[in-house]
């Protein structure tokens, strides 16, 4: 299974809501074409609720531990709860451009 669908599958098991989006980041980095390294995942649900930036990261970790260990480099995360989402008006923020490993 392709890591994005098996990043989507878990997630929408683990956190039943009213958005998810996993974007495939990859190609916008220094990496082999068709790599599945870098994600961005954008997730609305109730289940995070009275928890923190922290513990919200927290439970998406213990959710995806396989695919971190198996090569997934990087996962940006931006967790709502509905409130939340309503209030940036349903809009995550833009992923910055890669630097290349350099920093320039």
Known sequence: MPVQQSIESRL?????????VVENESHRHNVPPN???????????????????????????????????????????????????QARQQQSPDSPNCLGGNGK
Do not use: M
């Open 12 to 20: 929408a098991n683990a956190f039943p809501g009213d958005h998810l």
């Open 35 to 85: 790599s599945e390294t870098h994600f961005k995942v954008t997730l609305v649900s109730p289940a995070f609720e009275g928890r923190n930036r922290v513990k919200r990261h927290q439970a998406i970790y213990s959710e995806l531990s396989a695919e971190l260990q198996g090569g997934v480099h990087a996962l940006a995360l931006h967790l709502y709860t509905p409130d939340e989402w």
